[in-house]
């Protein structure tokens, strides 16, 4: 019990800037990744390059002979929307774009594999031709595989 006129020690609060005590207390981890396609000719450079300069993060790795091989810088995967000057996202099929800058009888075979930390691994792999034909497969494609093949289901490579 406390007497009348006793003195209490009031609670000091310490202010949380939530702004970053999120950051500082938690560690989130991110998927990173590489991606690179193969070389393929397009029908004419400079649509293709002024089509690759209006997507972020997709760019030209290299010319060789007049082919082109590109890769993607959206944490090293490849790009899902492109940026307007409002900053504005609006989502993109990068291989049906693509297709329609590859030359007749040309095929673009896009891969891209990366983790977050180690709790997964993907892998993705598509090719794509002129006419805008795709084809792709995946890393998780092996469990299905393995069900076919052995007729039991192995556990996922994740934690």
Request: aromatic content about 12%; proline content about 3%.
């Amino acid at each position: 019990m406390i007497s009348r006129g006793a003195l209490i020690e009031a609670p000091t609060f310490e202010l949380i800037d939530f702004d970053t005590s999120f950051e500082r207390k938690t560690t989130l981890a991110n998927w990173y990744g590489f991606s690179r396609s193969n070389y393929f000719k397009v029908k004419d450079r400079e649509q293709f390059e002024a089509w690759v300069d209006g997507i972020d993060d997709l760019e030209i790795l290299a010319e060789n002979d007049g082919r082109f091989a590109i890769n993607g810088a959206w944490y090293g995967g490849w790009p899902h929307a492109r940026c307007d000057d409002e900053g504005d996202n609006t989502p993109i099929d990068l291989a049906c774009e693509l297709s329609a800058h590859l030359e007749e009888g040309e095929i673009a075979v896009l891969l891209q594999a990366g983790a977050e930390k180690l709790r997964y691994i993907t892998g993705d792999a598509l090719a794509v031709n002129h006419r805008g034909e795709q084809v792709s497969l995946s890393l998780d494609d092996i469990y299905g595989l393995a069900k076919t093949a052995f007729g039991g289901v192995p556990s996922d490579a994740s934690y």
